[in-house]
């Protein structure tokens, strides 16, 4: 079977082409057309999209056919391949046109960006919170280990069952939210010092009945470090981020979050730290792969929308 060829451009490819051209960013598409499969990505590669091989299911016929492949799946995180007997191929670039047949995966054409200049924005947001922490984004995979030299247990117990709170619409959802998520683990900082590691801070109020919790559980100071920066702006992109107002991190309470949340101390991550965290990440990843495979490493070209941590926009806004 043919795979990652380039074939020639269609009709069809042009239309999508035409298409990718009228909207700059942010999507990921799945076209089906003629019996074949178009896997595109926006210029910017905002949004994730990437393509598993379906692998021979049983022990017996994985060691007879290991090359085989059994057909090919596409999807925004490439964790859901595992529960399908597939296994991860490669992302689809930004701007790429992938045509997938009876004749492989194939790239039809690549979209330039709607200025040239630009770089890619992918979501920094993946890394943060969104994605799922067995997936692979840039051939990166997101989780790394913690090295902190303070003592790691878990406090809360996390239930993945139920929806994330800050895209709950009502506040009454919200906080109901963080009652059905969280059970305490008292056993492991009864009288201790926390250090509790957020991911984002978003309106605030999710990690105070989360503080609070802790200190009525028996914890003697709660400090707060958070794993982003503050979130100041919208995002235009497509994720349910509340408006400016409604940013803990646009509001008078911001000047003291500790206090208002209850905390005894509350740090947050840089936007250099933070990209720089997801850049070294995405080398490390690659120069390891490259020494597996006795290949050299390419520089990292990687870049990000860091917008509602900036006000910086991949792309300018038109109203
Ligand atoms: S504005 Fe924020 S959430 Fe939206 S795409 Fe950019 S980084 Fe992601």
Redesign the pocket.
């Known amino acids: 079977m043919l795979t990652n060829v380039t074939a020639p451009l269609t009709l069809f490819s042009y239309r999508i082409r035409n298409l990718m051209n009228e909207t700059p960013t942010?999507y990921s598409l799945l076209i089906m057309h003629n019996g074949d499969i178009y896997a595109v990505r926006d210029p910017y590669g905002?949004r994730p999209l990437c393509i598993g091989r379906l692998i021979p299911v049983t022990r017996e016929d994985r060691e007879k056919k290991r090359s085989e492949t059994e057909g090919w799946v596409v999807s925004s995180e490439s964790c859901s391949f595992l529960s399908i007997g597939a296994e991860y191929y490669r992302e689809v670039l930004p701007g790429e046109i992938v045509k997938i047949s009876r004749a492989g995966v194939q790239t039809l054409d690549v979209v330039p960006r709607y200025r040239e200049r630009d770089p890619s924005?992918f979501?920094?947001?993946?890394y943060v919170y969104f994605a799922r922490p067995d997936s692979i984004f840039e051939a990166n995979i997101l989780l790394a280990p913690l090295q902190c030299g303070i003592q790691y247990v878990e406090v809360l117990c996390k239930n993945r069952y139920v929806g994330r709170t800050f895209i709950q619409p009502n506040m009454r959802l919200r906080q109901l939210g963080v009652a059905k998520k969280f059970g305490v683990l008292t056993d492991n900082f009864v009288g201790k010092r926390i250090v509790l590691i957020d991911d984002s801070i978003v309106r605030g109020n999710t990690i105070s009945p989360i503080i609070k919790l802790l200190k009525d559980s028996g914890a003697k100071e709660v400090h707060i470090r958070v794993a982003s920066p503050p979130i100041r702006?919208p995002?235009?992109?497509?994720?349910n981020?509340p408006t400016k107002e409604e940013l803990i991190a646009n509001r008078p309470e911001f000047k003291d979050l500790a206090g208002y949340i209850g905390a005894n101390s509350v740090v947050y991550l840089s936007v250099d730290g933070l990209t720089s965290a997801v850049r070294e990440g995405i080398k490390h990843f690659k120069d390891q792969q490259n020494e597996l495979n006795g290949t050299t490493a390419l520089p990292s070209s990687h870049s990000?929308?860091?917008?509602?941590?900036t006000g910086d926009?991949p792309v300018e806004l038109e109203w």
């Open positions: 942010s905002n924005a979501c920094i947001f993946e702006h995002c235009y992109m497509g994720i981020i990000h929308c860091t917008a509602c941590l926009y």
